[in-house]
């Protein structure tokens, strides 16, 4: 069993991943931003370090293995350089000095050296800062993760179930390849189990490439509701999804690439390539977040 340092255990991917962890008997320390929102973890068996990334000189203890969940996902590009790139860099800097084994980060399959798209630059830098690093490294780069309690489809079902009309951005064709987030957490405990897991990149997605207005139909056949749906010009939808994120309005779109690019891995196929096991569908999914009373599977 292994003595793993965690970043982002309080994340909706944490939450899932952590009780697993200490499960298959791994101790677990979490970096939190706040000891107060951090009970649950020490309840749970979690020891707990208070701070926030970036945080120079860091103390990781004596762990083996550093699992990089945290990340800042949207505002000024500053904050998103400093969290995502400083931070990291110093997480892997800490890592070597502390005689960590193996570092795993959870990237995006936008990473890439654009600084057009702040938040895909910023994780395509933080995977060179692991790269350049002495401590072997796996970086999984997700497509949009769901399950219970996830942002995306859990606004989706909010605007579905409340709004007269169903909106969709632009012809509703931008594409994701959705990965459930349990199979991910499967994902991550196969790569911490197996000492001999390779340093590389894994672009990481599930078994489906949809359409938004297919996952849009979906969920509509699904809590078998009937509404029109209507598009929206991406330019005009934008700028209405930042004035709302203002207000804490929070949408399943993010401005900077959900609305222009497609969030698609290179292989449908690939969970079952890599970890071998096969992943949950989306309508699977889907059942599990709305319960009884929707279309089961097919």
Request: aromatic share 6%; with cysteine.
């Amino acid at each position: 069993m292994a003595t793993i340092f965690l970043t982002g255990a309080t994340g909706f991917v944490g939450c899932h991943l952590v009780p697993r962890l200490l499960a298959a008997g791994h101790q677990v320390r979490c970096l939190v931003r706040s000891l107060e929102k951090a009970r649950w973890l020490q309840e749970l068996g979690c020891e707990i370090t208070v701070g926030e990334l970036p945080a120079e000189g860091i103390t990781l203890g004596k762990a083996e293995i550093v699992i990089h969940l945290a990340a800042l996902h949207r505002g000024l590009t500053t904050l998103l350089l400093r969290t995502n790139v400083t931070g990291t860099a110093q997480l892997a800097r800490a890592a070597h000095s502390s005689g960590v084994k193996r570092i795993i980060y959870l990237s995006t399959v936008t990473a890439a050296p654009n600084p057009a798209w702040p938040y895909a630059y910023s994780a395509w830098l933080a995977e060179r800062a692991l790269q350049e690093s002495s401590v072997r490294s796996t970086i999984l780069r997700n497509t949009v993760i769901v399950g219970p309690g996830d942002p995306f489809l859990g606004s989706i079902i909010r605007m579905v179930r409340a709004f007269p009309v169903v909106p969709l951005l632009g012809s509703g064709r931008t594409r994701f390849q959705p990965i459930s987030v349990f199979d991910l957490v499967r994902c991550i405990l196969h790569i911490v189990q197996d000492e001999q897991y390779p340093s590389k990149v894994v672009a990481i997605g599930g078994p489906q490439v949809l359409s938004y207005e297919q996952i849009v139909d979906m969920i509509l056949e699904m809590l078998r509701i009937s509404k029109r749906k209507i598009s929206l010009p991406r330019r005009g939808t934008r700028w209405c999804v930042r004035g709302l994120e203002r207000l804490g309005v929070h949408t399943p779109f993010v401005p900077e690439h959900f609305l222009s690019i497609d969030l698609v891995a290179a292989s449908t196929t690939v969970i079952e390539d890599e970890f071998g096991f096969r992943p949950q569908t989306l309508r699977e999914v889907l059942h599990t977040i709305l319960g009884e009373g929707v279309a089961s599977p097919a």
